[in-house]
């Protein structure tokens, strides 16, 4: 069976960014999407299209097909009272952030300066050029309720908040 939308994938990956650093893994093929929804970054769901279980490949992705190309006009500065007061802030931090459009965007606290937070909307990875090592474990048809609901169900099925 070859990859195609439709499908859920399990594979293995490496992750490293071009100074040869180990960015994420999953070496244990639990790792498994739904492909042709999106939930996998463009350019490594392209890559794979049309490759069989027990395929292994090293694929580079550009930022363009990644995470994007890093933003500057994502950073803006906040009011420290923005955030729960019980809070300890501290940079490097991420929360979850209401974005233009009311969509949930994750923010990264780049500084803080007195009761000002700047707060980064970039990915971590935008801008980074993605190097993978990939070994596909498994292709199947996804069910009905994997297609309708967008996203990979475990055996157990999957429950909605």
Known sequence: ??????HVVSLTYILKDDNDNI???SDDGSFCYLHGAGNIIPGLEKA???KQAGDEMSVSIAPEEGYGIRDD???QQV????FPPEQDIEAGMQFHA?????QTVVVTVAAIDGD???IDGNHPLASVQLNFDVKIMNIRDASSEELEHGH???PEGHAHD
């Open 73 to 75: 006009e994502k950073m």
């Open 79 to 82: 009011a420290r009272e923005m």
């Open 48 to 50: 794979l299209t049309g």
């Open 98 to 102: 209401e974005g233009p459009e009311g």
């Open 1 to 6: 069976m070859q990859i195609t939308d439709n």
């Open 152 to 154: 990979v169900h475990g």
């Open 23 to 25: 960015l994420d893994q």
């Open 116 to 118: 000002q937070v700047t």
